[in-house]
T-cell receptor
Framework: DAGVIQSPRHEVTEMGQEVTLRCKPI?????LFWYRQTMMRGLELLIY????????DSGMPEDRFSAKMPNASFSTLKIQPSEPRDSAVYFC?????????????FGQGTRLTVV | QKEVEQDPGPLSVPEGAIVSLNCTYS??????FMWYRQYSRKGPELLMY????GNKEDGRFTAQVDKSSKYISLFIRDSQPSDSATYLC??????????????FGQGTILTVHP
């Protein structure tokens, strides 16, 4: 299995532009998580889906952020309009719900820079 | 106050040293405890997983959980330069409602120098 695949790996954009981050979870996994990592705040959960349904989006910082999961193999995180303070590494993770030992597998992340 | 507190370090030790990494938490509903390792410019990877108080050993790594004190530790024996990474503690609620949601500590940056 190729693991969790995120694209792009790096994104540099100007303030005010729309940014779309993409994630393909591991096949067979039914929970998907979007995290944001910064030096100041560490790894923060933004939103998570179970069986393509958003369960908890309380970590989404503002209405400028939105996430979708149209099917079991694809999710997007959109920022519109982007701001310099959105600069961070965004990780997608997936897990197979069920049992106690449900390891979350992370993608390589998308490093976003908003100038 | 954050639910999970972890000293961000950085921590620098010589090769062969014993490393101790620690986290405290405030939510007594956390039932599952994990340590993730994150190399530079990579995603976190699961290192150890435990759900009961006490010690769990895996090679040079020992995870310790004290639920009564809400305190977890990771010990690395005979540390190697390849152990240089950021170590993140993570916790999960019990039951089936959390859907695998993890709450992470800040992460501790560890450097093991030859």
């Amino acid at each position: 299995d190729a693991g969790v695949i995120q694209s792009p790996r790096h994104e540099v954009t100007e303030m005010g532009q729309e940014v779309t981050l993409r994630c393909k979870p591991i096949s067979g996994h039914n929970s998907l998580f979007w995290y944001r990592q910064t030096m100041m705040r560490g790894l923060e959960l933004l939103i998570y889906f179970n069986n393509n349904v958003p369960i908890d989006d309380s970590g989404m910082p503002e209405d400028r952020f939105s996430a979708k999961m149209p099917n079991a193999s694809f999710s997007t995180l959109k920022i519109q309009p982007s701001e310099p303070r959105d600069s961070a590494v965004y990780f997608c993770a997936s897990t197979k719900r069920g049992g106690m030992n449900t390891e979350a597998f992370f993608g390589q992340g998308t490093r976003l820079t908003v100038v | 106050q954050k639910e999970v507190e972890q000293d961000p370090g950085p921590l620098s030790v010589p090769e062969g040293a014993i490393v101790s990494l620690n986290c405290t938490y405030s939510n007594s509903a956390f039932q599952y405890f994990m340590w993730y390792r994150q190399y530079s410019r990579k995603g976190p990877e699961l290192l150890m997983y435990t759900y009961s108080s006490g010690n769990k050993e895996d090679g040079r790594f020992t995870a310790q959980v004290d639920k009564s004190s809400k305190y977890i530790s990771l010990f690395i024996r005979d540390s190697q330069p390849s152990d240089s990474a950021t170590y993140l503690c993570a916790m999960k609620l019990g039951g089936g409602t959390s859907y695998g949601k993890l709450t992470f500590g800040q992460g501790t940056i560890l450097t093991v120098h030859p």
